[in-house]
Structure formats: structure tokens, C-alpha cells
């Protein structure tokens, strides 16, 4: 994947022009070694959160090899789909750590929503940073903005539904078979 980022940064494709992928460079790496960081420092005498790594790193992937493959550009509904399912998978991610923690349904879903939804703002104020404010595409960005947060907030209600129903199930089996 950094590999791909820095040929996007650095090759003057088209497909990457005004794609701020020189930030997605400087801040895709970080982000999805925040959780072997943190795993490594406060718990690695636990079993590794393998689940919540792979749905945090893979929305980072897909809207990266969704640039390389031109598929924001030539796939009218690209965009709209990476929005809602990378923030179910991202939003998956953070439901897999919560329920590690076994908090309740209403806990468990309270915390996925909220962070699905904390990084879906993150996002467009980061893109607006990047890109959107000196592009074209600026005259268009306000409704497209509020679309992709509303599909963002989609996703993370879907993945804070799942993580909750599994938070559930998994405290009744523990009642089960106690």
C-alpha cells in the first residue's frame, strides 16, 4: 500500500492529480499502525486484535487501490459506496476492540456510531484541507459533503448494529454456559 501511495504522489497520473495523495502518504501509514502501536505498548500479553486490524487497514486499501484502478473517476457510484462501507468496515474495526472490552448493546453501539461518525468529519475536513478547497470541484463539495457524511454515519450505524448484536449474543453465551 505505500508503495502505491508514493507512485500516486509521485507519478503525475491523472488519476491521481488533486487527490491530495501526498497527504494520504504522509497519513495512511500512521493511521493503520496506531492499533499494532497501541496493541504492542498497553497489550501484547493479550491475544491480538486481529479482526479490528484488518477492518481498520482495509478502507485505506480500497480508496487506495480505488485510485490506482481510476474507479473514483470512471465508476459514477464509487464514491458514494466507499463512503458507506469503508465507514462500516472502519467503524467494524472499532466494534471488534469494544467488544473485547464486553460492554453492553447500547454501550457497544454508542461507541461504534460515535467513533464512525468522529471519523467521518474527520474525513471531509480533511479532504476539504487537501483538496477540495483549491479544485473544481469546490462549487459541488457541500452537498457531496453532506451525502458522504450521511452515508459514512449509514455505515457506522450498520457496523455499531453488528457489533452490538454480537456484544448481546456473546453475554448470553457466557450466561449459557456458565
Sequence with gaps: MVCLLAFGAFSGLQQ??????????????????????AWAVWRRHSAYPFLADILITLPFLIDTAGNAL???????????ANHLVNWGLLAGGAGALVQRTRQGFWVTMALVIGFGATTA??????????????????????????????????????AGLASGLASRRRAHENVSGS
Excluded: H, N, Q
Design 70 to 80: 481510476d474507479l473514483y473517476d470512471t465508476i459514477a457510484w464509487w464514491d458514494d
Design 121 to 158: 468529519i474527520l474525513w471531509e475536513i480533511a479532504e476539504y484541507l487537501a483538496f477540495i478547497r483549491v479544485s473544481p470541484e469546490l462549487d459541488t463539495a457541500y452537498v457531496d459533503t453532506l451525502g458522504d457524511l450521511a452515508l459514512g454515519l449509514t455505515g457506522s450505524v450498520l
Design 16 to 37: 491521481f492529480e488533486g487527490k491530495g495523495f501526498l497527504w494520504r502518504l504522509v497519513t495512511y501509514p500512521p493511521a493503520i499502525l496506531v492499533l499494532p502501536s
